[in-house]
């Protein structure tokens, strides 16, 4: 009835609880401080001791790090200081937020639109102008025709991850609407909810601005005094706002508590966590692997939860050392790259 193949936010936390507390051996609330790889006794089988902040210590043969990526903050913005929300906490600032008299939301990807969203629908009921700030030309879309969307498939991953590292580079400056745009749904949802509040007569005071980058920030203890660029006209201005909410995106980090593996994790030539095809980033290849840290080398489908089964299945598969799951099935209608078969027929003379 619902004629759609997406749960809420909440419903997919929901679910991730559910399944956790049905498992004995899922601790949560534990914060990871140091990883050290034992060879001790001789004869005995590697184990790498994982402990806790609390002195909790765990033993295993294998690891797998899924700490995922950390929120990127403009350095302008970082050091003003002040109390700038980025999207990952937004929630538990939301209230704090709507009672500000000017709330600034700087990006335009999916988690920009839902923040803007969620604050325009409460605006009748708060007074506070709102502002929409992007550098992309336009609110763009998320590309989501089932050709383009054949790409989140273990295929493309395989024809991403045998490409040269400046041309993966490239590519993923490139795909950056396949995956950082907004719904289309949700980009109607903004235009029609603005429709609805100007017949009710509820204004809205919002302000969108496209090919605007921000280039400074200042905090004075109670405003941000934001510095801003049109970057089509080449017009700087600049703007006073309350509330700041960065939609800036995240970075994959290497966790510290790596530190103690050192020479034994594969990195690439600009320090990143080289991942192999099993998604093993130790000189072994069957130690130690990872999850959402790898769209450098197999693309961005790293963090799409549509090939969480497909990663978790191949990292089992090398755990294990044979196919516990099958992961070879065919996904794509299309070929990502030169067939094996029109390279064997060769180009006639």
Request: hydrophobic share 35%; glycine share 8%.
């Amino acid at each position: 009835v619902r004629e759609s193949f997406h749960p809420l936010r909440s419903e997919y936390d929901d679910y991730l609880r559910w399944v956790g507390s049905a498992l004995g051996t899922v601790h949560t609330g534990q914060e990871v401080v140091r990883v050290r790889r034992r060879t001790d006794p001789p004869g005995e089988p590697v184990v790498h001791e994982v402990t806790t902040r609390a002195g909790r210590t765990w033993r295993a043969r294998h690891l797998v790090v899924g700490v995922g990526s950390t929120p990127r903050l403009p350095r302008c913005v970082a050091e003003a200081g002040g109390p700038a929300v980025h999207t990952a906490d937004y929630l538990a600032a939301r209230e704090r937020l709507r009672r500000c008299r000017t709330i600034t939301v700087v990006g335009s990807g999916q988690s920009a639109a839902e923040v803007y969203h969620d604050l325009l629908l409460a605006s009748p009921d708060h007074d506070h102008d709102l502002v929409w700030v992007t550098r992309s030309p336009r609110f763009f879309p998320m590309e989501y025709t089932k050709l383009t969307l054949e790409m989140t498939s273990p295929e493309y991953s395989a024809y991403f991850r045998s490409l040269p590292a400046d041309t993966r580079d490239r590519l993923l400056r490139e795909q950056r609407g396949l995956y950082k745009g907004i719904s289309a749904e949700l980009v109607d949802a903004i235009s029609d909810l603005h429709y609805r509040l100007r017949v009710q007569g509820h204004g809205p005071r919002t302000t969108l601005l496209t090919s605007t980058s921000l280039v400074g920030a200042r905090w004075d203890g109670q405003h941000y005094d934001l510095d801003l660029h049109h970057d089509e006209s080449q017009v700087p201005f600049g703007l006073r706002t309350d509330g700041l909410v960065l939609a800036t995106g995240h970075k994959p980090t290497t966790p510290s508590f790596l530190d103690g593996l050192g020479p034994r994790l594969e990195h690439d030539d600009a320090g990143r966590l080289l991942a192999d095809a099993s998604y093993a980033v130790d000189v072994t290849g069957r130690e130690v692997f990872v999850q959402n840290a790898e769209e450098h080398t197999h693309g961005f489908v790293a963090p799409d939860l549509g090939m969480g089964a497909h990663r978790s299945a191949t990292i089992l598969n090398a755990v294990a050392g044979r196919e516990v799951y099958r992961v070879g099935a065919r996904v794509a209608v299309q070929d990502f790259g030169v067939p094996a078969h029109l390279l064997r027929q060769g180009v006639p003379a």
